[in-house]
């Protein structure tokens, strides 16, 4: 079976330092690999995506993740982070079942102090 | 890229009854998802709607409870039936384009007492 697994439910971090968010999958088969975000009482916004080619990828708010098939991860970094960034982050593998669903993972709540 | 409107935001409701949550998209898709958001959780895919077919719906989910309906390549609609504070959660729309897009409606927050 598919699944996500997110190693950190909560992360705390002081404004301006960095921060890396973990995200291991597991899966058979070839996947699409997504991070979104979610900021307070908002949907889901996607931040990044990973199809094929280069294992960095980079996505908005200077935000970028690194594929890793060795180590089945898609782990999500930031360099320098602002209060604006705290929210809740969402890691998710889109799968082909005869159709296309996302699995998401249970989430990791990104908390920036000044 | 998709606009995705919901519609109610949100809503407080009683034990028993039901509430019929609609999405509108702002182009034609083949795809529409509805998930569910659990207070402080991830979200669960709860059916896949695709026009002129019944919904498809995940293990644990049934459409005696969640039926959906899609009479259109922009609109659909999820009725959560005989709620009980159980039910109380998020549920968001989704639209997928292409294999590797997928977007996601603001969300209707629905509380039951």
């Known amino acids: 079976a598919q699944s996500v697994t997110q190693l950190d439910s909560q992360v705390p971090v002081f404004e301006e330092a960095p921060v890396e968010l973990r995200c291991n999958y597991s899966?058979?088969?070839?996947?699409?690999l997504f991070w979104y975000v979610q900021y307070p009482n908002q949907g889901l916004q996607l931040l990044l995506k990973?199809?094929?080619?280069?294992?960095l990828v980079k996505g908005i708010n200077g935000f970028e993740a690194e594929f890793n098939k060795s180590q089945t991860s898609f782990h999500l970094r930031k360099p320098s982070v602002h209060i604006s960034d705290t929210a809740e982050y969402f890691c998710?593998?889109?799968?082909?079942?005869?159709?296309?669903?996302?699995?998401f993972g249970a989430g990791t709540r990104l908390f920036v102090k000044a | 890229s998709a606009v995705i409107s919901q519609k109610p935001s949100r809503d407080i409701c009683q034990r028993g009854t039901s509430l019929t949550i609609q999405c509108q998209v702002d182009?034609?898709?083949?795809?529409m998802f509805w998930y569910r958001q659990q207070p402080g959780q991830s979200l669960t895919l709860i059916a896949t709607?695709?026009?002129?077919?019944?919904?498809?719906?995940e293990s644990g989910f049934v459409i005696d409870k969640f039926p959906i309906s899609r009479p259109n390549l922009t609109f659909s609609t999820l009725t959560v039936s005989n709620m009980s504070p159980e039910d109380s959660s998020i549920y968001l729309c989704?639209?997928?384009?292409?294999?590797?897009?997928?977007?996601f409606g603001p969300g209707t927050r629905l509380t039951v007492l």
């Open positions: 989704s639209v997928e384009q292409g294999a590797d897009t997928q977007y």
């Open positions: 899966s058979s088969v070839s996947v699409y």
């Open positions: 990973y199809l094929s080619g280069s294992t």
């Open positions: 998710a593998v889109i799968i082909n079942t005869g159709g296309f669903k996302t699995i």
């Open positions: 182009s034609q898709v083949t795809m």
């Open positions: 709607a695709n026009q002129g077919s019944e919904a498809t719906y």
